[in-house]
């Protein structure tokens, strides 16, 4: 692999330790212009843009697609969320990787215990 996108890249933490390490072009997205000056500034190297991740077309396809922690929470409509899997599909190339992590439970300190969450109609179990 040696591009990779990052949707939702907030402070630009993830992929600017990937970048350090790997020396993969990487791209960075996230909707708050504050938080990408921060990154931009924090991790030299890695492009950084502000923009909704919903409509974002950058005409490019990437080895990696990134979309890790809160980002998917901030979508609340069954249009949003498939508007924002239609950007993963306009950046994946045959055989690209797309990495999905999402917060789930409390976010408190729950090491050794399992939390059950109902969402869209399905139970998951998370384990620490």
Request: net charge negative; aromatic share 4%; with cysteine.
């Given at each position: 692999?040696?591009?990779?996108?990052?949707?939702?890249?907030?402070?630009?933490?993830?992929?600017?330790?990937?970048?350090?390490?790997?020396?993969w072009?990487?791209?960075?997205?996230?909707?708050?212009?504050?938080?990408?000056?921060?990154?931009?500034?924090?991790?030299?190297?890695?492009?950084?843009?502000?923009?909704?991740?919903?409509?974002?077309?950058l005409?490019?396809?990437?080895?990696?697609?990134?979309?890790?922690?809160?980002?998917?929470?901030?979508?609340?409509?069954?249009?949003?969320?498939?508007?924002?899997?239609?950007?993963?599909?306009?950046?994946?190339?045959?055989?690209?990787?797309?990495?999905?992590?999402?917060?789930?439970?409390?976010?408190?300190?729950?090491?050794?215990?399992?939390?059950?969450?109902?969402t869209?109609?399905?139970?998951?179990?998370?384990?620490?």
């Open positions: 692999m040696s591009t990779v996108l990052d949707v939702g890249c907030g402070t630009g933490r993830d992929l600017g330790t990937i970048h350090a390490r790997q020396r072009h990487c791209t960075e997205v996230d909707l708050q212009p504050d938080l990408v000056e921060y990154a931009r500034n924090s991790h030299p190297g890695c492009t950084f843009l502000a923009a909704d991740i919903r409509n974002l077309r005409n490019a396809a990437f080895d990696l697609i990134l979309c890790l922690g809160n980002t998917l929470s901030y979508l609340h409509t069954d249009a949003e969320l498939a508007a924002t899997i239609a950007t993963f599909a306009a950046h994946a190339a045959s055989g690209s990787l797309v990495a999905i992590s999402t917060l789930l439970g409390t976010g408190t300190n729950s090491a050794g215990r399992q939390h059950l969450m109902t869209l109609g399905a139970a998951v179990t998370s384990h620490p």
